[in-house]
């Protein structure tokens, strides 16, 4: 697929490869030529909603146990690390951005796929795909931005994702992209690291269980390394659950007098680290 791109601040020319699958995957090239100097610029930008789950429920009457299209941003960073943010439906406009140089990938990711995780007949949220962006060459320095908006609809698109490069892009030079989109179940990234499968809040959101699943079986000297950038928060106490490979990470968060506060969370052992990052902004 060819498509023309024309607009008052550039114009340019994109060419798609399409290939069905279990998973389908868009090939994009593109050459852009700015008009005048863009230092806004987004690529790889995607949509979604969420409006609700186990980590926001406070306030909420409504049956169903969640009802959202991805329930985190995920990101694979220039040096292998992989990073969990899990979704909001924050009372104001909420804008986050995780800085890289050229990094592997990013998505908004359903990771939920039990029918019992929404117990929704109807719409199915367990089935929604996941959408992985792979960028192919350099991108250079930027940020992937997250943007939450409050919505109190499950018809709208609430969350958007995006690279913004660094460096503007300055009018009459050509910007040459390329990249990967990955339609799935699952994003096309190694396993051998937990993934935070469930987050959950109670106590006004100060009281945090991070579920982590696919935890290696020869896991030695497990424990929790935790930060807040506000406020304070108790040890972390990890429990085994049911499932094998499982592992629940509890702490109490006392926030701090005003102002919000970035949270992370990931597991490590005798050889390193053994999850993903978990992040999170907490907000009064």
Do not use: C
């Not at 409504?62 to 924050?90: F, K, M, Q």
């Not at 367990?126 to 499950?154: F, H, N």
């Not at 051998?192 to 100060?206: C, K």
């Not at 490979?245 to 990931?266: D, H, I, K, N, Y």
């Amino acid at each position: 697929v060819h498509a023309l791109l024309d607009g008052p601040s550039l114009t340019g020319a994109y060419r798609f490869v399409i290939t069905p699958g279990d998973a389908t995957v868009f090939d994009v090239e593109a050459t852009l030529f700015p008009r005048r100097t863009i230092a806004d610029g987004g690529l790889g930008a995607q949509s979604s909603m969420y409006l609700f789950g186990a980590a926001d429920r406070a306030g909420v009457d409504d049956p169903r146990e969640a009802v959202h299209d991805s329930d985190g941003l995920e990101i694979l960073t220039a040096d292998g690390r992989r990073i969990w943010r899990p979704l909001t439906n924050p009372r104001q406009l909420q804008i986050s951005a995780f800085e890289d140089i050229a990094p592997r990938g990013f998505g908004l990711v359903q990771r939920a796929r039990d029918f019992s995780a929404y117990s929704d007949n109807t719409d199915h949220y367990e089935r929604r795909p996941s959408l992985w962006v792979e960028p192919l060459g350099d991108w250079g320095r930027g940020a992937v931005r997250l943007v939450e908006i409050p919505t109190a609809l499950d018809t709208t698109d609430n969350v958007a994702a995006f690279w913004r490069p660094a460096e503007p892009w300055v009018a009459g030079k050509p910007v040459e992209i390329r990249y990967r989109l990955h339609w799935g179940w699952s994003p096309p990234v190694e396993a051998g690291l937990a993934r935070a499968a469930r987050t959950a809040t109670g106590s006004g959101g100060r009281l945090f269980t991070i579920d982590f699943t696919d935890l290696p079986s020869q896991a030695q000297g497990l424990k929790a390394l935790i930060e807040t950038s506000a406020g304070q928060t108790t040890p972390v106490t990890l429990s085994p659950l049911p499932q094998p490979g499982a592992v629940r990470a509890s702490f109490r968060f006392t926030p701090p007098a005003s102002g919000p506060a970035e949270l992370q969370l990931r597991l490590s052992g005798d050889v390193g680290d053994l999850s993903e990052t978990w992040r999170f902004r907490w907000t009064a």
